[in-house]
């Protein structure tokens, strides 16, 4: 693979890698983005809440929130974290604020955050997962993604930034699997 680098911003990218691992880890194309786009938002909501950006929801909320969990909603892991999933009648869905997440949205955001470079970065990193598992894949997804996310500056002048993700540093991962 020639090196190439987007310039955007890690979201998106966790975004994409994480709805690569979901299916890789046997979730539909629609469920994996959506699974994609949770994980995202949880991370984002963690850090916003580590900067002081965001304060966490009261214990109240929270404890309202679950109580309106349903039979149909479940947890998945993905990546270290729990996402909220409920069935619906086009499958399961990760929720966003009690919501089904929907797919073609995840989709357009992609597109829209990688333009012409989202096929070859999906490729890329469809590629890396192949070289796993599923089972080693789930373990290591979340350490790849910080070896091939992009660097961005610590604290809140990084909220937001984009910083090069390098598809050379992704086909490396790949390749130094495939030789061991």
Known sequence: M????????????LTLWASVVAERLGFDADEALTLGKALAGLN??????????FKPAPAALR???ASRAGETKIHVA????????????????A?????????????????????????ECRAA???????????DLADR????????????PEGESG??????LDLAVIARLARSRGDG
Do not use: C, H
Not at 2 to 13: D, G, H, M
Not at 78 to 93: D, K
Not at 125 to 135: E, K, Q, S, V
Not at 141 to 152: C, E, K, N, Q, S
């Open 159 to 164: 909220w937001g930034a984009k910083g090069a």
């Open 125 to 135: 990193m469809t590629a890396l997962a192949r070289t796993f598992t599923p089972a």
């Open 78 to 93: 993905l990546m270290g974290r729990a996402i909220t999933v409920a069935t619906t009648p086009t499958g399961w869905r």
């Open 2 to 13: 020639a090196s190439r680098t987007v310039e955007i911003n890690r979201a998106p990218v």
């Open 95 to 119: 929720l966003a604020k009690d919501k089904p997440i929907d797919p073609a949205s995840v989709a357009r955001y992609l597109e829209s955050k990688f333009g012409d470079a989202l096929g």
């Open 44 to 53: 984002a909501q963690a850090k916003g809440v580590r900067l002081g950006i």
């Open 63 to 65: 404890a309202e929130r």
């Open 141 to 152: 997804a979340y350490d790849l993604y910080v070896a091939f996310r992009p660097a961005i």
